[in-house]
């Protein structure tokens, strides 16, 4: 009877030794993982409201596209990217305490592949920024330069480009392959050039004519001049970079392509 006493003892002993506490200190670990996972995230999400991270995307419609799936805004986002690579690696460590080698590898691999997932995040982000921030800006040197698109178009064309760099390159990053999409897009790109050459070829002559011209019509021209262009009489009342506007004696404003005034007599009475 003592035997059987003893037996069961040692039986619970062990138990307790190699199950009951292995397990509760393996639970221990991945509580404690929880723990330090949820206030990194904390920290993270906390500093970058602080930095007020949202306002860099507001003109790009992400944070409205954020918050319609059920987030804040893009720290919330970032956070639990933090969170995730912070906890997988307290789980690895429990899983390789319990001998869970093949899940445990797993899991390593994952956190391996994590900051890539957070780097390609970032730059995605940063394209997007970049794009938008770089589109706002071309629209008024596009409208002085008088290029044979308009400001918007080119605006959106900036923007796109600076996007689609991005995005491949964070594809790149995750291991992606972008190479039919980097052909796809240079594509893309020598079809618009074609276009736009042909475009400007064939129905930019003209265009192309009068900007040429403008640079002699405005050393010979200025506002006020009283002036006569063959069958023309008139007051210049503006010198543009495609034709100069005259208004005539009874009120009426012409309109002469400054090529046609880079080719013509040009007579200026005196004020």
């Known amino acids: 009877m003592a035997d059987i006493i003893d037996w069961i003892w040692s039986g619970i002993n062990w138990l307790w030794e190699f199950v009951v506490i292995f397990l509760l200190f393996a639970i221990a670990i991945v509580i404690l993982g929880y723990i330090v996972s949820k206030i990194v995230k904390w920290i993270v999400v906390k500093t970058l409201y602080k930095l007020r991270f949202d306002d860099l995307f507001r003109e790009t419609g992400l944070v409205e596209t954020v918050r319609s799936i059920g987030f804040r805004g893009l720290p919330d986002i970032l956070g639990l990217l933090v969170f995730w690579f912070v906890f997988l690696f307290f789980v690895a460590i429990t899983l390789e305490y319990l001998e869970f080698a093949t899940i445990a590898a797993f899991v390593t691999l994952i956190i391996e592949y994590l900051p890539r997932v957070f780097g390609a995040v970032l730059i995605a982000l940063g394209g997007l920024w970049l794009g938008t921030w770089l589109s706002k800006r071309v629209e008024t040197p596009v409208k002085e330069a008088d290029v044979p698109l308009t400001a918007e178009t080119t605006a959106i064309l900036v923007r796109w480009l600076v996007i689609f760099i991005a995005i ?104």
């Open 168 to 271: 491949v390159m964070a594809l790149g990053l995750v291991g992606i392959d972008t190479s039919l999409l980097i052909w796809t897009f240079i594509i893309l790109i020598g079809a618009l050039g074609l276009g736009l050459a042909i475009s400007f070829g064939f129905g930019g002559r003209d265009v192309a004519a009068n900007v040429s011209a403008y640079s002699s019509v405005s050393k010979t021209l200025s506002v006020g001049d009283d002036i006569t262009v063959g069958e023309y009489s008139g007051t210049v009342l503006m010198v543009g970079r495609f034709a100069t506007v005259l208004k005539k004696a009874s009120g009426e404003q012409i309109t002469l392509p400054n090529s046609m005034l880079a080719n013509t007599v040009i007579v200026k009475r005196p004020k």
